[in-house]
């Protein structure tokens, strides 16, 4: 089916990675809109789209729409959301999906009982590496995870000079307030911080965590490291094996293997050493490792109420209120 879509907010994150992604899947543009005449004159022209808003209650309100997209900006995100909600209207929703979990706690009792899917746009579930990290996890090869450690950074551009880290939160960590529980097997159970701060905006957290399942997690968050050079790293550990993802991307699943330096025979054991995977970056191919097609993908699935992975506002509402818990700690 040809999903017709309004799509609210045609700022950097949509116009640079969203809407090039949505457009390759079965859907229509069939409305747009911004606050702003030229982002919106942006878009419009970029992809021929007559029909355009800068009320986006307008645009929620005109007929003929399968569902909305929007990447906005936290308040707007809840406030926009809970509309095109009482309209029957399905939502994918950037990420963070409301400025604080109450508002995002209104947005999924409303989706819930009205029956309406609402997708956040937690792609990291679906970076490729990571996606395959899961799979892994999930296999009966794997077993129980025992711990999970992550380095997720970014740098001080946002917050310089500035001791106000609600961006840094809302738009930074609550991604691994999602990814933590989602690889770790388990819901954010006990919290405990620690953090070093090297002049306003520029800080470095660093997070343990039980989660529900029986894993622990440590987790390193800042604002104090280059975006040009890779920020993520995860390691997720089970009896004597452990996946390792760095950017994303690049897989290694260590497994058992016996020593080799005694063996003058020794390979590479298809059952025993490590397997690695990275993605072939010359390959005329326009393949997303960052995940927001597959992400996109299964929210039209979602759309569809047809069978479908997609976070919900469900797991959006448990990550802010995860970041909200470990603001508190932080006494940030
Ligand atoms: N998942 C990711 O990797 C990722 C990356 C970047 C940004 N984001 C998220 O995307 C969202 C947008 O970020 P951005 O960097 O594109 O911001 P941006 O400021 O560039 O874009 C926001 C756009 O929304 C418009 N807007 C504001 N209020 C509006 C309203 N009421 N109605 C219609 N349009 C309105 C603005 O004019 C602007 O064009 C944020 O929530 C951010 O966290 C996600």
């Given at each position: 089916m040809t999903h017709r879509i309004g799509w609210i907010g045609c700022g950097t994150h949509a116009s640079q990675m969203l809407l090039p992604q949505l457009v390759?899947?079965?859907?229509?543009?069939a409305a747009v809109c911004d606050t702003d005449p030229g982002r919106l004159a942006l878009i419009a022209r970029r992809y021929g789209i007559r029909d355009t808003y800068t009320d986006a209650t307008e645009l929620i309100a005109r007929k003929g729409l399968d569902a909305v997209g929007m990447a906005i900006g936290p308040q707007a995100h809840s406030t926009l959301g809970l509309a095109a909600v009482e309209r029957g209207l399905p939502v994918f929703l950037e990420k963070p999906p409301a400025a604080n979990s109450a508002d995002a706690e209104r947005l999924a009792e409303t989706a819930a009982r009205k029956n309406v899917p609402v997708v956040v746009g937690f792609m990291k579930r679906y970076a490729t590496g990571n996606r395959i990290a899961a799979n892994i996890l999930s296999?009966?090869?794997?077993?129980?995870?025992l711990g999970l450690m992550g380095w997720y950074m970014t740098a001080?551009?946002?917050?310089?000079?500035?001791?106000?880290y609600d961006g840094f939160f809302l738009h930074h960590c609550v991604h691994y307030m999602d990814l933590v529980p989602f690889l770790g097997g388990g819901a954010i159970e006990e919290i405990s911080v620690r953090t070093a701060e090297n002049?306003?905006?520029r800080l470095l957290i660093h997070g343990s965590f039980t989660l529900s399942g029986g894993a622990i997690a440590s987790i390193a968050m800042g604002t104090?490291?280059?975006?040009?050079?890779p920020v993520e790293f995860l390691q997720i550990t089970g009896d004597h094996q452990r996946v390792e993802v760095d950017n994303v991307a690049d897989v290694i699943w260590y497994r058992d293997p016996p020593f080799k330096a005694d063996n003058a025979d020794a390979v590479l054991a298809a059952e025993t050493d490590a397997l690695t995977w990275r993605p072939?970056?010359?390959?005329a191919a326009n393949e997303d490792h960052k995940g927001y097609r597959a992400l996109l993908s299964d929210a039209l699935a979602a759309f569809e109420q047809a069978p479908s992975d997609a976070p919900t506002i469900a797991d959006g509402l448990a990550a802010l209120q995860a970041l909200e818990r470990l603001r508190v700690k932080l006494e940030l």
């Open positions: 390759q899947l079965d859907v229509e543009l296999s009966d090869d794997f077993g129980p995870v001080p551009t946002y917050f310089t000079g500035a001791r106000d002049g306003p905006g104090v490291q280059s975006r040009g050079n072939n970056l010359t390959a």
